[in-house]
């Protein structure tokens, strides 16, 4: 039994943020953005929207191209680090926006890994006989969860949502998942945090105002990103007998332009195979990965097939994983 | 250097400013890079009251070279 990959969504807000527009940084520092991360411009949420609403127009675009409709979903798993709120999972709110009544839902976060988890384990779930049609949906906030002074962090991000519905199929006539794998290392939890909302800290007992927002330890972020990151690719290829020269297509994490560019040199595989979205949406999160698979399958103007697609991302937890997908 | 150990202690919280000395590099506080250095540069105008300071750090500044930056600004650290 596969997952074939019905259809993908995105969604992007509307309000472009361009690096010139975070007038609260000096304007010397305006030009080290680009350079550092590869990134131009990104997306805000109107005020209005939350996480939810984000996932909400992603899924509905894929339910569209797929011709299911939400009362014929068993699951929605859910890939959120900046959730509508602590509880319920906005899984919840995003299955009662769609009408979904059929559906279980469940948010997974893994941070920026958080896509690739979900997949993983709708994946899995499919395999083993206990959903039929799963949709998996990663949708982030960051632009609420981020210190707006913060120069370290802030350019980094923007707000997005992508979606894949996944079918049971045991012979796939549409893409699908063939494999995958998941990591963790939690001695690296003060990489990337948020230190204040949770039970060890509650916002109640904050003794620096900064604990509420997002905190990134830039340059160890960047040595596990570009170690694990190529890892998980020759993983893949080992867990599915692949030459690297057979790789088409590559989707990381959209983390930093950088970041892709060394994974590239050390797997010695060519950039120009790796899907890049950062420069226009900034790191996205669980989303990024989803946001740019849809692009990939959606825009190009050469149909993808015959080709082979690794997944991978690499984030808070520290967590990082891929998946393969294979197009028939 | 009570404001150049304050900015610091205020934007790297895991560093203990008033241990660092004017030999003390820059690049070996925790968590330095040039995101943070940006940081380091806003936290001083905040705290001097002094708007965009072209402060250009290379890669081996103390924090020596860095009090005398500041001072041919006019700013008592």
């Known amino acids: ?24 940084f000096p304007p010397a520092a305006i030009p080290l953005i680009a350079s550092k991360t590869g990134v131009y411009e990104r997306r805000y949420a109107a005020p209005d929207q939350c996480t939810s609403d984000l996932a909400v127009e992603a ?14 979903l068993d699951g929605i798993i859910l890939a959120t680090s900046s959730p509508d709120q602590p509880m319920p999972a906005t899984s919840a709110t995003v299955q009662a926006k769609l009408g979904a009544t059929s559906a279980f839902a469940v948010d997974v976060n893994a941070v920026c890994t958080g896509g ?3 997949l993983r384990m709708a994946d899995a779930m499919i395999r083993a006989g206990c959903a039929k049609r ?32 996944l079918e049971a199929a045991e012979q796939p006539t549409h893409p699908f998942i063939n494999g995958g794998v998941l990591h963790a290392d939690g001695t690296g939890e003060d990489f990337i945090k948020i230190p204040a909302g949770g039970s060890r800290l509650p916002f109640s007992k904050l003794t620096d105002n ?5 905190q990134m330890n830039g340059k160890a972020v960047f040595e596990f990103a570009v170690t694990r990151g190529a890892e998980v690719i020759e993983e893949l290829c080992r867990q599915n007998s692949i030459a690297k020269e057979r790789l088409t297509h590559l989707i990381l994490h959209q983390a930093n332009i950088n970041i892709l560019a ?13 899907i890049v979205n950062l420069n226009h949406y900034g790191n996205t999160a669980a989303a990024s990965t989803l946001i740019a698979f849809d692009e990939m399958m959606t825009q190009t103007t050469n149909k993808v097939e015959n080709g082979i697609c690794f997944i991978v991302a690499f984030g808070g937890g520290l967590s990082w994983g891929g998946i393969t997908i294979e197009m028939p | 250097m009570k404001l150049v150990q304050q900015a610091i202690g205020n934007v790297f919280p895991d560093c203990d400013a008033s241990a660092l000395t004017l030999e003390s590099k820059l690049s070996e506080i ?11 540069i806003m936290e001083i105008e905040a705290l001097s009251g002094r708007q965009n300071l072209a402060l250009q750090f290379g890669p081996d500044i103390t924090a020596g070279e860095l ?10 650290v």
């Open chain 1, 210 to 214: 900064r604990q509420q927002f997002f």
């Open chain 1, 134 to 165: 799963i949709l998996v949906v990663a949708a982030e906030v960051y632009s609420r969860i981020l210190n707006q002074s913060d120069f370290s962090t802030c350019p980094y991000f923007g707000d997005g949502a992508g979606a894949m519905l």
């Open chain 1, 116 to 118: 690739v988890y979900a």
């Open chain 1, 262 to 274: 060394t994974i590239a040199q050390r797997t010695g595989l060519p950039l120009e195979r790796f």
């Open chain 1, 59 to 72: 899924a509905r675009q894929c339910l569209a191209r797929s011709g299911i409709a939400a009362t014929d």
């Open chain 2, 67 to 76: 009090v005398e930056m500041l001072r041919a600004y006019g700013i008592n």
């Open chain 2, 30 to 40: 925790p968590d330095w890079d040039s995101m943070n250095a940006i940081n380091l």
């Open chain 1, 1 to 24: 039994m596969f997952s074939q990959i019905l259809a993908t969504g995105s969604y992007l807000p509307e309000k472009v943020v361009k690096n010139a527009d975070l007038t609260q």
